[in-house]
C-alpha cells in the first residue's frame, strides 16, 4: 500500500474513504469530527445516530452523503492519560479496524486524520510513529487497499509524519 502525507482539510479529499476521530457517542463533536459532520451534512448525524456509539479502538463505517469520499469511517481514538492505560495498543487498533473495514468494503483509498491529536492529546510524535507503523503494515492477501493519506492539517504535523516516517 501506498503512503503518502497530505496537508490539507480532510472533508475536501475525493477518496474511497476518509477517517473520522470521532467521539464513542458518534455524533459530532469538535475539531475533524465536527468539520467532517457539517461537509457531510444531517444525514450523516441522523445515520449515526442508529449505530449506538462506538468503543474506543473500534471503528464504524457510513456513507459519505455529501463528502466527497464514498465512505465515513469513524473511529474512537484514547484519550491520552500519560501512557499507561492501554493508550498506544488503542490507538493501533483504531488503525487497524479502520483499515479492516476499508478492506472488508473493497475500498482501494483511504485518509486518516491525526487520531487523538487534538483535545485528546496524545504526543504527537507518538501517535505518528504508531499511525505509521500500522499503514506499513503487511495487508492481508487480496487487500483492496493501494493507498493511505496521512492528513495533517497544519505545516507542523506534515514534519511530525515526515521525521515518522524517516524512521
Keep these: 500500500m501506498d503512503l503518502k502525507i497530505w496537508q490539507g482539510d480532510i472533508t475536501t479529499l475525493a477518496v474511497d ?16 469530527d465536527g468539520a467532517i459532520h457539517r461537509a457531510a451534512g444531517p444525514e450523516l448525524l441522523a445515520h449515526c445516530r442508529t449505530l449506538g456509539g462506538c468503543p474506543t479502538g473500534e471503528a464504524r463505517i457510513t456513507p459519505g452523503f ?17 501512557g ?18 476499508a478492506d472488508a468494503e473493497g475500498l482501494a483509498s483511504i485518509a486518516f486524520p ?15 510513529r504508531i499511525a505509521v507503523a ?13 493507498e493511505a493519506l496521512l492528513v495533517a492539517f497544519g505545516a507542523d504535523m506534515v514534519k511530525v509524519y515526515q521525521d515518522a516516517l524517516a524512521l
Excluded: D, M, Q
Design 17 to 32: 474513504a476518509i477517517v473520522n476521530a470521532a467521539n464513542s457517542s458518534l455524533l459530532g463533536g469538535g475539531g475533524v
Design 84 to 101: 499507561g492505560h492501554r493508550e498506544a495498543e488503542l490507538l493501533a487498533n483504531c488503525y487497524r479496524n479502520s483499515l479492516a473495514l
Design 66 to 82: 455529501r463528502l466527497p469520499a464514498r465512505f465515513v469511517i469513524h473511529t474512537v481514538g484514547p484519550v491520552w492519560h500519560g
Design 114 to 128: 491525526a487520531i487523538s491529536c487534538g483535545v485528546y492529546g496524545y504526543p504527537l510524535e507518538a501517535a505518528a
Design 134 to 146: 500500522e499503514l506499513k503494515r503487511p495487508r492481508p492477501s487480496g487487500s483492496s487497499l493501494k
